[in-house]
């Protein structure tokens, strides 16, 4: 899976297209939701995001919405994402047993099985701009 390339930036494309992508850019756009999980799988043969690069975050139909720049992220398990990753993700989850069972959900919807075992790769950003 290759993910577009926005204005020579690859770009983060957030949730389902439709109400969920257009809630959680809104997050990303208000500088609540500082945050996202995606599957190891998912990523193919894409690299993973780095410290300091900068991503086109897109609407449904691949345009730019803003510019995020990633401040930390790191390889782990499904089991072992803290909740304090959870809470920067800032969706409404009350503890992070409701998120483990709302992105199970995600995935799961997908055709994706996620275990406490299945590698995740979490990463951090800030908002840079809003164009």
């Known amino acids: 899976m290759a993910f577009p390339v926005v204005d020579g930036l690859r ?12 809630r959680l850019n809104g997050l990303i756009l ?7 999980a995606g599957l190891v799988q998912e990523y193919g043969d894409e690299p993973f ?8 975050l897109v609407d449904d139909l691949v345009r730019r919405v803003g510019v995020v720049e990633v401040t930390d992220a ?3 398990t499904f089991g072992r994402v803290p909740w304090s990753f959870a809470q920067a993700e800032h969706e409404g989850d009350e503890s992070i047993e409701e998120w483990r069972d709302g992105h199970r959900r995600f995935w799961r919807s997908e055709g994706i ?4 075992e299945t590698p995740v790769f979490l990463v951090y950003f800030k908002l840079v701009d809003t164009r």
């Open 30 to 36: 208000a500088g609540k939701k500082r945050a996202t």
């Open 113 to 116: 099985a996620v275990t406490d």
């Open 74 to 76: 790191s390889l782990t």
């Open 49 to 56: 995001e780095h410290v300091g690069e900068r991503l086109v």
């Open 11 to 22: 770009s983060m494309e957030i949730g389902f297209v439709g109400e969920m992508r257009e």
